[in-house]
């Protein structure tokens, strides 16, 4: 996917804003590497690689599913598979 680059600037930001909610939302939830993860994902969209992005999404989201318990698990694993 070929991204303008007037519009990579935008995607970088709304990407590391997003972060940083789930960051604070997840707390000790998060994986240790999760904001060097989240920031390559950003980094990939703003390049146009939603495959790689998705990728480490899915790695990302598998973690954090291993580090709770109880029915949140169970949605953060089904969340897991729905990422393409």
Do not use: D, L, T
């Given at each position: 996917m070929n991204i303008p680059h007037a519009n990579k600037a935008q995607i970088l930001a709304s990407c590391k804003s997003a972060a940083k909610t789930y960051s604070t939302v997840l707390g000790a939830n998060a994986p240790g590497n999760f904001t060097s993860e989240i920031d390559s994902i950003c980094q990939k969209v703003a390049s146009g690689n939603i495959t790689g992005a998705k990728a480490i999404a899915r790695a990302v989201c598998t973690q954090i599913a291993s580090a709770?318990?109880?029915?949140?698990?169970?949605?953060?694993?089904?969340?897991c598979k729905s990422i393409g």
């Open positions: 709770v318990s109880g029915p949140e698990k169970s949605a953060i694993q089904n969340a």
